[in-house]
């Protein structure tokens, strides 16, 4: 009898010092499929990771399917994140409901820490007449029966418009993947917002592939680890 107490005190700890050891931040994702971002710091996904997992402001959740991770922006709602890329500190969003350029009209990037890596203005009009039979790209969730919405960063397009037929909607700027220049006339936006963020500075920790998070009883301040946690 007291060998076999003996053997089950020895299993209870070994277990308890295992379970104490485990990585509570591994990295999580929403669906297993390889167009999934893998979630690890800065962020961490809400019921998934501890919050002393993420930095503050880098709190992502699952949709209600699991199929999408989303990023909510205080002042512009949620967006799907598209890829993270860790080393150069930037992601990829879009529109969960695929239109994203009515989210673009009221973008506001206030009170998180995302800023845009390249921007351009870009002018919305409403016209009664179709101008995609000259060449501008329809930008069709916003377009209806009897009227089309475009955007354009050309300013030759935008005086050339016919007030008579336009109505300017608003001129914002928009986060775009690489800045375009001329030969470009207008664009459907719906491209994936290219952003990026300065704090935490991981950038050094990841490319020594080490562990960048928080220290121990602290909310703002990181440390390096190596990826087995010595």
Not at 77 to 85: K, V, W
Request: net charge neutral.
């Amino acid at each position: 009898m007291d060998i076999l107490k003996l053997f089950f005190i020895i299993v209870y700890f070994s277990l308890h010092s295992a379970t104490s050891t485990m990585d509570p931040c591994t990295e999580s994702v929403c669906q297993s499929t390889k167009s999934s971002p893998l979630i690890r710091f800065p962020f961490r996904l809400i019921g998934r990771q501890p919050k002393s997992c993420g930095f503050p402001g880098f709190d992502l959740s699952c949709n209600y399917k699991s199929t999408q991770t989303l990023l909510q922006l205080p002042y512009s709602g949620n967006f799907t994140i598209e890829a993270i890329d860790y080393g150069a500190q930037q992601i990829w969003v879009n529109d969960p409901n695929n239109c994203l350029p009515r989210r673009i009209l009221s973008l506001n990037f206030s009170g998180s820490p995302f800023t845009a890596v390249y921007d351009q203005d870009y002018t919305f009009f409403n016209c009664t007449l179709d101008y995609s039979r000259y060449g501008l790209n329809l930008i069709g969730c916003l377009s209806g029966d009897n009227y089309t919405v475009f955007a354009t960063l050309s300013n030759e397009v935008v005086d050339s418009l016919s007030l008579s037929t336009c109505r300017r909607v608003a001129t914002v700027s928009v986060p775009v993947g690489w800045p375009f220049y001329g030969g470009v006339s207008s664009s459907n936006l719906t491209d994936d917002l290219w952003l990026t963020w300065s704090n935490p500075k991981c950038r050094k920790c990841e490319s020594r592939g080490a562990k960048c998070g928080l220290k121990p009883n602290s909310t703002n301040e990181i440390s390096c680890s190596s990826a087995s946690g010595r």
